[in-house]
């Protein structure tokens, strides 16, 4: 018998893993665990980098002195941290306002970040909570069939396995979850916050011709 098939138990570790599922799902709203979800995708990308970014906002400063501030209304924007500063712009809103925009999507954005990680630091909390409930389970298995010889060896089987899935699950999985999307959010905060002066400066450039196209 290999060492993978003595340390698999299938009872154990659903006691765990389902233990810790329901426990999350119950602690956490249905919005921000859909989310601790999705941001499992980031994990899957590479690192955010502002490059691309600050070419696409310097190609729209060009189009802005060539044809107007109203021309960028036509411009396909992915990034909606951007559309949403270009959108303000085209309808002549200060370097000041673009600021604050910018400042609020980022904090939202880096609270929605905080959120998913802390959904998967509680799992790590709870995956050794729901271990020692394996555990507390195969004992009390274990005593009601002391008169079974042969009944003895699975629950003691459950009782330890399921404190060992437990710091697994938790130590392996959930933490090291958790403290990546911490560094994944950090650092795009940081690559966000230099797309900040190239569209405080477009939007000072063309506000006052904003404003006299208005007048």
Same mark, same amino acid.
């Given at each position: 018998?290999?060492?993978? !098939?003595?340390?698999?138990?299938?009872?154990?570790?659903? *006691?765990?893993?389902?233990?810790?599922?329901?426990?999350?799902?119950?602690?956490?709203?249905?919005?921000?665990? %859909?989310?601790?979800?999705? !941001?499992?995708?980031?994990?899957?990308?590479?690192?955010?980098? +502002?490059?691309?970014?600050?070419? =696409? *906002? +310097?190609? =729209?400063?060009? @189009?802005?002195? #060539?044809? %107007?501030?109203?021309?960028?209304?036509?411009?396909? @924007?992915?990034?909606?941290?951007?559309?949403?500063?270009?959108?303000?712009?085209?309808?002549?809103?200060?370097?000041?306002?673009?600021?604050?925009?910018?400042?609020?999507?980022?904090?939202?954005? @880096?609270?929605?970040?905080?959120?998913?990680?802390?959904?998967?630091?509680?799992?790590?909390?709870? !995956?050794?909570?729901?271990?020692?409930?394996?555990?507390? @389970? #195969?004992?009390?298995?274990?005593?009601?069939?002391?008169?079974?010889?042969?009944?003895? %060896?699975?629950?003691?089987?459950?009782?330890?396995?399921?404190?060992?899935?437990?710091?697994?699950?938790?130590?392996?999985?959930?933490?090291?979850?958790?403290?990546?999307?911490?560094?994944?959010?950090?650092?795009?905060?940081?690559?966000?916050?230099?797309?900040?002066?190239?569209?405080?400066?477009?939007?000072?450039?063309?506000?006052?011709?904003?404003?006299?196209?208005?007048?």
């Amino acid at each position: 018998m290999t060492l993978v !098939a003595q340390l698999a138990d299938p009872l154990a570790f659903a *006691i765990v893993a389902g233990g810790t599922t329901l426990g999350v799902v119950l602690r956490t709203p249905l919005r921000d665990l %859909g989310r601790a979800l999705s !941001a499992l995708r980031i994990l899957a990308r590479r690192r955010f980098v +502002a490059d691309p970014l600050l070419d =696409q *906002i +310097a190609a =729209q400063a060009r @189009i802005a002195r #060539g044809h %107007g501030a109203m021309a960028l209304d036509r411009s396909v @924007i992915a990034d909606p941290d951007v559309a949403a500063a270009i959108a303000t712009i085209v309808d002549g809103a200060s370097g000041e306002e673009v600021t604050t925009l910018l400042a609020h999507r980022r904090r939202a954005r @880096i609270e929605r970040h905080v959120a998913a990680a802390d959904i998967w630091a509680g799992a790590a909390e709870l !995956a050794p909570a729901m271990g020692m409930v394996g555990t507390l @389970i #195969g004992l009390a298995r274990m005593f009601a069939t002391m008169t079974d010889p042969a009944a003895i %060896g699975g629950a003691m089987a459950i009782a330890l396995l399921a404190t060992l899935y437990g710091a697994l699950l938790a130590n392996l999985v959930f933490l090291p979850i958790a403290n990546r999307l911490r560094v994944a959010g950090r650092a795009e905060a940081f690559e966000r916050a230099r797309l900040d002066p190239p569209l405080v400066a477009l939007a000072d450039r063309e506000r006052p011709l904003a404003l006299k196209t208005a007048a």
